[in-house]
C-alpha cells in the first residue's frame, strides 16, 4: 500500500465498516482500474482493508477508466 494511502487509513473506520459489512454486506463496491496485468485501487480503502479484516478473499468492485 503507498505510503500516502497508509497515512489516511484510519482503524475506527474499518473497524466500523467491517462491523457494517457483517451486519448488512458491502453495500458499495470499490473503484479499481487496470493498469497492465494489475488493478489499482482508485476508491474504496476503507471499505477493501475492512473487507481484509474479515477474511474475504473477493470484493465487489466496479472497474473504472482513470488516469495512474
Known amino acids: 500500500m503507498p505510503a500516502k494511502r ?12 467491517a462491523e457494517s459489512i457483517l451486519e ?3 453495500r458499495v463496491p ?3 482500474r487496470q493498469d497492465g496485468s494489475r488493478y489499482v485501487l482508485v476508491e474504496g480503502l476503507h471499505r477493501l482493508e475492512a473487507c481484509k ?7 465487489a468492485c466496479t472497474m ?5
Not at 6 to 17: H, W, Y
Open 6 to 17: 497508509r497515512r489516511t487509513l484510519k482503524q475506527e473506520t474499518v473497524d466500523a465498516l
Open 24 to 26: 448488512d454486506g458491502l
Open 30 to 32: 470499490i473503484l479499481v
Open 53 to 59: 479484516a474479515l477474511g474475504e478473499e473477493l470484493i
Open 64 to 68: 473504472v477508466q482513470a488516469r495512474g
